[in-house]
């Protein structure tokens, strides 16, 4: 330790030991800068491997906050592939763009360092003269490491507001090597990790010794004799020669493009996406590059091909997707077993690709529907965990905590029903038609068009479901007795959200019910269809048409309660001047409910009879439900529980969501989560979410385990003090009082047990959930 204390200091002299950076003419010192080759086959004696030494440190302390869309400065170092592209001053998150962005796809939109340098992406680790000196005096990274052991963190309280920028709105400052002594000297306190403690000396020393050592990249990806042999398999399916296979392929294509596919039973860390490529199988993928699954390939013969994902996995863009001979088998039922035929393939306009009903008609609906069913969890995450994962802007047209439940897809009017979507086929189109060059006001051709979907549809229903007295139970998905898809939970957390599989929670202020047509437009929309680095005008009408998606949803769960009690709920849901911008006719009002209703709070009535439908097929409660009597509910549960019946100015104090840690004596730690649903009177609005806030109506949801994959905040708790933390949480009114209680119970951005703590979340995030854990993003993470 004695060596590395003074190797690094004699470093941090060579960086500059006076007071400011001095700026320097790196070309004149180092000469041009030019990417190299930076692959080994095997290490030197004393060699720092990446794989093995600077990989983990940077999954443990960098992925952290660069690993999305919204990476700072686009520096992604969940890979080395990431790391040698480096920065960008470009934004990917830009709501005032006019015109559409050249697309910077980690993997996809460049083939090697020198092309993303044609895309005005820079280095951060040096690319001029091969040096040990150079290596650390001309890269970004290097610099950024040594500032924050020059500057770092004081442990005082909060850190100083004025002094950092904290919201996801800010924009980034992004020096390249020839700006790095300006950025430096403006902003001493901005070394990396940003706003949080610096690594250790032992951390610092390997990346900075590696880096002198020309940051080599050792690392190997081979693929095992089991997954050669699945993916020959399953590319020879999807690339099958006829008719129905190849709409088929397309179909299951633009539904799992944006997921990480998994081979069941093989190990734990190999995920693969599903890609388009101008090669057979067999030969090195060249993937097709365009923005949208459904864009125009612009060959002739194009290959679906499985791409092994070769960065850190981490939990907001990692959701799963199984390929096992029991999936096949499940595609053969659904698709081939069924008796239609294909005749001619859809093309891959615009057109085409905007309206789904119509691309792929040729499939039977009810198959379609079923195909999204079996796995509805995964499908209803893409937009959660896709490109607008991102954004209030995005996620505002949500509320903070709803429910989800999904139409059967047995039902007698399915001829008729088939034969309304036809007739209606122009106006499901999506603002994806308009591609890209959609305009500012564009959203108001599709805000006309959703408006006359809604007014048809409910004159299909009175004429259809009416006749059997409205619709019941039965017309509910009920996972066909097991799949527990049947039920799901969405948390919102202002700019990101989780989606469960279960009925989490008290029961919440709305809810929705898919249809197919609905769940098949929410998917298009918001995935399929979604540009992040559209303009303006696209992400406008995208946030504006599923303004009616919501309310299709919602509209199907009004039509199982009572009439007499429709408007009254709706007009909780939409209060202030646009009311949700509907018509009180498309409550259908005078449409009958089949089920029974015995209680006067009908949302409550109605979702304990659906949890007694759906049975087999509901995800049961994380609570311990072995025993519900106080004298067998262990002591840690019981004030877990009374936590979560905290409301409104009693738990104003806390973010969106928070993991809590809670320090047992005689047994292992535990993990809770706490998901501030704040009430919003009106999610109609696009902008100024504060005014429409209800606070007072806020609600706290407790779950054991881990919900969101953005943590706000993070509680350590002994188990004798949980009594005092609730109180010091109900009584935080005051300013002072609510510092004492971060002091005394949080973990603030400034403590040096922040990186253990983060450590130990995401192992036991690991233990508990496995193949579908993820490292966890401190993007969110506040200053409080």
Known sequence: MKKIVIWCSFIICIAGCTAAYQ????????????????????????????????????????????????SPCQLKLSSFTGLERGSSKQPVYDGGRLIVASPTRLFVDATNTQEWRDKYFFPVINEREESAIASIDNSVLAQMLLQKRRFPLTERSKLEEDQYHFSLDDKFECPNIDEYAEFANKHPQWGMPYALPGLNLSQEHTILTWLEQGAKNDQKFKLSTAAKQAIKQWENFFNANSLKQQLVSRYIYEHLFIGHIHFKNHADNEFYQLVRSKTPPGQAIEEINTVRPYDDPQVARFYYRLRPVLHTIVDKTHFIYEFSPQRRQRYEQL??????????????????????????????????????????????????????????????????????????????????????????????????????????????????YAKDYLNKKSQFLQATFQNDGGFSLENIWNGDGSNKNAALTVFRHFDSATVEQGLIGDVPKTAWVLDYPLFERIHYLLVAGFNVYGSAGHQLASRTYMDFLRRDGEYNFLRFLPPNKRLAIYNDWYQGLLNGRMKEDLLNLEFKTAVQFTQTDTKADFFKQVKSYLSEALVPSRWSEECQQEACINYVDQIMR?????????????????????????????????????????????????????????????????????PNFFFSVAEQDLDKFMSALSNAQSKESQADFYAQFGIRRNNPKIWETLDWFNAEHKKMRGLDAGLFDMNRYQNL
């Open 642 to 710: 009374q936590l979560g019946q905290l409301k409104g100015k009693q738990i104003s104090t806390l973010p969106e969501l928070a993991f809590l840690r809670v320090k047992m004596q005689h047994s292992n730690d535990r993990v809770y989560s706490l998901i501030h649903n704040k009430d919003l009177s009106n999610v109609a609005y696009i902008l100024a979410e504060a005014y429409r806030a209800a606070p007072e109506k806020d609600t706290l949801t407790v779950v054991p385990g881990f919900i969101g994959s953005y």
């Open 23 to 70: 700026v320097k003419d790196y070309q004149h010192l180092y000469g041009s800068s030019h990417p190299r080759d930076r692959t080994i086959s095997q290490l030197a004696q004393g060699q720092i491997s990446y794989n093995n030494d600077v990989k983990p440190i940077l999954d443990a302390r960098c992925t952290a906050c660069h690993a999305c869309y919204d």
């Open 335 to 448: 698709f081939f077993a069924h008796k239609f035929t294909v005749t001619e393939l859809p093309s891959y306009s615009p057109e085409a690709g905007a309206n789904p009903l119509n691309t792929f008609a040729a499939i039977p609906n009810p198959i379609k529907y079923q195909f999204l069913l079996d796995d509805a969890q995964y499908f209803v995450s893409g937009f959660i965990k896709g490109p607008v994962c991102r954004g209030q802007l995005a996620l505002n047209v949500i509320q903070d905590h709803f429910w989800v439940l999904f139409f059967n897809p047995v039902h007698p009017y399915q001829d008729i029903a088939d034969k309304y979507y036809s007739e209606n086929n122009k106006i499901l189109f999506l603002p994806g038609k308009d591609g890209d060059q959609i305009s500012l006001l564009g959203w108001t051709d599709y805000d006309a």
